[in-house]
């Protein structure tokens, strides 16, 4: 054992010594650090104890007379005396500290730009576009000499954090005595308020240019029972905090003293009646509002919520400052839709007096459509498959220059840590959600009306003509395929047509077959891969492509008098990424090659340019909202080009002609069961009538509850390989006109 100094040992040693006597535990550690720290240097020193000299001190401390226990009403009154001492000295706050630098704030003070500059550099840490310049001047400008500007910013271009920073700025220099924040709501307005109540109370910088202000506050260390009893040199600050209301200190020589900032939302009862009495007798209004975002998405949808809203800011906010007084204030506000609170107030004809004034992500979009549609493609196959987008910013890498060209962004410096330029964050936006887009970012909202006449799946899956499967209706005269290409499966239709474009759903699966009769992309269990295995993804496409339009595409299909018909035309999906040059190889290689056709579906919004808009090129053939261009290029085939909302709407409503009429479409059977999983695909998006630029047109969205789509797309594949082979509806504008037949003996009888 090793030997142990009795009169220098460690205190947890010391209390492992004494525990092992074999009375239990006899000290513990903690017992042990209090006797020290009453017993001091006289029991050891700062990391000793003198086992001899405590034991001592514990004898003396134990023989120590006993004083008499103090009654219940001693015990309260002597701490009743000690809450007193520490609110008396909590309520003079003494000496304020001197200003940090007075060339600083004297800078800051006279211009806001270098205010949020100089004390937020955190929070504007980019350049400033030529939008912020113009709307910080506003602010300046409101704050100094007042008026009413209202300003349309792009989502996440800072003007909530500007409107916050401007509230400061006006407090503490004195400028207005009286500010109110006004937001959509009461709880979106105190959270604006909180963010500057904790700027006051911990920016340094503040702190240190503005001590008569911050010093104050952070001395309340938010214990509300210090506001009332606070002095500064035997005089009460006044000071008021808390969560919709804050007062700052009265401070001899400050000319932020009793500033009122105020919050509200937007609603008449809390925005009128508001009022402050100062300490000099004065009762001060707001002269000075900053609105942020004064409408929800739900208000906006709501023309009642809209007007509603409208007449408060009109009537109770601009009426804030009193009778005969005008308020100044700037709004700053995202339009929503059309004819929405935000879009009428920037309106200078409804609304003249807010001067109003629109901002936009993008003042030019890029002139290069076709790479920016390649882009598209690949970004989307890259997420499709759990990608991040990559493969799309390394092509974008490669042709940035003719990508970017054309284009006017109006903040260079905005862009993701993924991204290149503004221009590539600009477009990635766009691609995700373009009605969107242009409401949140441009400032320009296309009308969107979701379509309530819209088939349910039942009533599609009830759709039944009581063919048997693969049996082809008599009237047709046409047979068309399409086939769209997924990473696991192939998904397929075939479809007959009347020359009145009366389809029949003749069948339609998927390659491998699955044996389930419910099942989605997700979770199938025959794959591509395990059917054509030791081969890469390309490989196993191809494969697939091949093994799927040799058995469909050499077979007789029996027509219901005996008769035999063959697929004519059989488009194949080449807009995946991955799979696109494999498809145009395929095409280009297969036995079948006359009939092949690779598609690209392209979404044509109201905010795209329509295909009739298309210069038509020499060689290129057009025809109802899809075009073959007559391009050779390394594919060396040529595709068809596709209007997707259009076909997508054009198929649903020959869904929703009653059976027997002419351009009826009808699935095979008498089984509604059968065709349960195929309805759901056909039902899997919906459609949103949509106006911009004086064009209506139906865009068609996925619902987040139906994920899988991929028949739907075939059967818009099939319907535009029957318009490839002639087929038309009529009284549908740009349909193929048929020409008279004329005999031999009139052409030669024209001849001279």
Excluded at 253 to 270: E, F, H, L, P
Excluded at 513 to 522: A, C, D, K, M, N
Excluded at 576 to 591: A, E, I, K, L, M
Excluded at 651 to 674: N, T, W
Aim: hydrophobic share 40%; with cysteine; net charge neutral.
């Amino acid at each position: 054992m090793e030997a142990i100094n009795p009169r220098r040992l460690q205190p947890a040693v010391l209390a492992r010594l004494l525990n092992s006597v074999g009375r239990g535990e006899v000290i513990s550690e903690r017992q042990l650090r209090r006797h020290r720290n009453r017993a001091g240097y006289t029991i050891g020193d700062a990391r000793t104890v003198d086992l001899f000299r405590y034991a001592a001190w514990l004898t003396l401390e134990y023989f120590k007379p006993k004083a008499d226990p103090l009654t219940y009403d001693e015990v309260k009154r002597r701490q009743a005396e000690r809450n007193a001492e520490l609110v008396r000295a909590a309520q003079d706050i003494g000496e304020i500290p001197a200003v940090a630098d007075p060339e600083r704030r004297a800078a800051a003070e006279a211009s806001f730009k270098v205010f949020c500059e100089t004390y937020f550099p955190d929070v504007f840490y980019f350049a400033w576009s030529p939008d912020h310049l113009r709307v910080v001047e506003k602010i300046e400008k409101a704050v100094r000499t007042g008026g009413l500007f209202a300003m349309a910013m792009p989502r996440g271009s800072g003007k909530t954090v500007l409107c916050q920073t401007a509230v400061v700025w006006a407090a503490l220099t004195g400028a207005t005595p009286f500010v109110c924040l006004i937001a959509a709501s009461a709880e979106r307005a105190r959270d604006l308020l909180e963010n500057i109540m904790v700027w006051l109370e911990t920016n340094p910088l503040l702190g240190d240019d503005f001590p008569e202000v911050c010093y104050p506050i952070r001395c309340l260390e938010r214990i509300t029972n210090r506001q009332k009893g606070q002095k500064h040199q035997g005089e009460p600050t006044r000071i008021e905090w808390t969560s919709d209301k804050v007062v700052l200190p009265t401070i001899e020589g400050s000319r932020a003293s009793g500033v009122v900032i105020s919050c509200s939302g937007m609603k008449g009862s809390d925005i009128r009646g508001q009022n402050h009495a100062r300490a000099d007798g004065r009762v001060v209004r707001p002269q000075l509002v900053l609105v942020d975002d004064p409408q929800t998405t739900e208000s906006a949808w709501s023309p009642s919520q809209s007007q509603r809203r409208e007449a408060i800011l009109a009537g109770d906010v601009l009426g804030m400052a009193g009778p005969g007084r005008k308020i100044a204030g700037l709004m700053a506000c995202t339009v929503i839709r059309p004819d929405d609170m935000a879009d009428r107030l920037l309106d200078r004809d409804k609304h003249p007096e807010w001067q109003g004034e629109r901002t936009k992500m993008v003042y030019a979009f890029p002139a290069s459509e076709k790479l920016w549609a390649r882009y598209a493609e690949l970004r989307n196959d890259s997420l499709r498959n759990d990608g991040d987008g990559a493969e799309a910013t390394e092509f974008y890498r490669r042709n940035r220059e003719a990508m970017d060209a054309g284009a006017v962004v109006a903040w260079p410096e905005r862009y993701n840590e993924d991204e290149l330029s503004a221009v590539q964050h600009a477009m990635n936006l766009k691609l995700r959600d373009e009605a969107a887009f242009f409401a949140e970012y441009q400032n320009e909202p296309v009308v969107e009306q979701v379509g309530e006449e819209m088939l349910t799946a039942d009533e599609i899956a009830g759709k039944l003509n009581g063919y048997e499967r693969g049996i082809i209706p008599v009237a047709a005269g046409h047979l068309t395929m399409f086939i769209d290409v997924q990473q696991k499966a192939l998904f397929w239709m075939a479809v007959a047509w009347e020359e009145s474009f009366t389809g029949y759903i003749v069948d339609y699966g998927t390659w491998p077959e699955q044996r389930r009769p419910y099942f989605t992309l997700s979770d199938l269990r025959s794959t591509i891969g395990r059917a054509v295995p030791g081969a890469g993804l390309e490989g196993q496409i191809f494969a697939a492509l091949e093994r799927l339009t040799a058995e469909k595409l050499s077979a007789a299909w029996r027509r219901e008098d005996g008769a035999e018909m063959r697929i004519e035309r059989c488009l194949i999906d080449a807009n995946w990424g991955q799979s696109t040059d494999v498809v145009y190889q395929f095409c280009r290689q297969s036995p079948f090659a006359a009939l092949l056709l690779p598609s690209h579906g392209k979404y044509v919004g109201a905010s795209s340019v329509p295909f009739s808009e298309y210069k038509r090129k020499r060689g290129d053939r057009v025809g109802l909202h899809w075009r073959i261009p007559n391009t050779i290029g390394k594919r060396q085939v040529r595709h068809a080009l596709i209007d997707a909302n259009y076909w997508k709407s054009f198929v649903h409503a020959r869904l929703a002609v009653a059976m027997g009429d002419p351009g009826c479409l009808s699935l095979f059977g008498r089984d509604e069961d059968v065709h349960r999983l195929v309805a759901d695909h056909l039902t899997a998006e919906y459609r949103v009538r949509t106006l911009a630029h004086e064009r209506t047109v139906d865009e068609w969205k996925l619902r987040t509850t139906r994920p899988d789509n991929h028949w739907l797309d075939c059967l818009v594949g099939c319907a535009v390989g029957a318009s490839i082979q002639g087929v038309g509806l009529a009284g549908v504008e740009g349909q193929k006109q048929s020409r008279p037949r004329l005999r031999l003996s009139q052409l030669q009888g024209g001849r001279t």
